[in-house]
Structure formats: C-alpha cells, structure tokens
C-alpha cells in the first residue's frame, strides 16, 4: 500500500524559510513523479510543484523563484524548499502521486506565515 508522510511545516516569520520532506513507502519511487499541493482556508487545493520521475521541475506562478522541489531516490523523499515566505503561502501542504492510476495524499502538514 502506498503511503506518503509529510514532515516539516510549522510556524515562520515573514521572509523565512522551511524545507518540506514526503516520505514515500510501498511504490517504486524513482519512477513516480510527485508532487506538492497547498490548501489555504476558504480556498480550493492548488498545484505548487511536481518533480518528474527524471528530476524534471515545474512550479506555479506564486511560487517561482521562492521554491524549490527536489528528490532524493535513494531516501524515496521528495522536498519542497520554501524561501522567501509571505503570508499568502499559509496553508496546509500535501504530497501526492499516483500508482495504477490512482492517486494517493499525504495526511498534510501545516504551514503558517505570520509575525
């Protein structure tokens, strides 16, 4: 059964920084392409980056430049750099990827921008 464990979030100042990890179990992870979500309150789940299972990268507009998706193979670990953060990026951030067709979530991890 594939399994997804986020782990990082917490609360950061304007301007700050943190690195979201996705523990991935049960697939074979170097050929799955993952990807990051966000959900803010009130508002839709949205795309904010995925990392193809040849380490190719594409970011929404709201976050290029400030974020940076990576992989590491061996550890089956998908991060998500955050600079530069605002208030606009809080909201609960989720991994996902699909095996057989269909997709699997991470239980999510907070992320919170305020001072």
């Known amino acids: 059964q594939v399994q997804l464990v986020e782990s990082g979030g917490g609360l950061v100042q304007p301007g700050g920084s943190l690195r979201l990890s996705c523990a991935a179990s049960?697939?074979?992870?170097?050929?799955?392409?993952m990807d990051w979500y966000r959900q803010a309150p009130g508002k839709e789940r949205e795309l904010v980056a995925t990392?193809?299972?040849?380490?190719?990268?594409n970011y929404a507009d709201s976050v290029k430049g400030r974020f940076t998706i990576s992989r590491d193979n061996a550890k089956n670990t998908v991060y998500l750099q955050m600079n530069n953060l605002n208030p606009e990026d809080t909201a609960v951030y989720y991994c996902k990827t699909e095996s057989r067709g269909w997709p699997f979530w991470g239980q999510g991890t907070q992320v919170t921008v305020s001072s």
């Open positions: 049960g697939l074979i992870f170097r050929l799955n392409r």
């Open positions: 990392i193809s299972s040849g380490g190719s990268t």
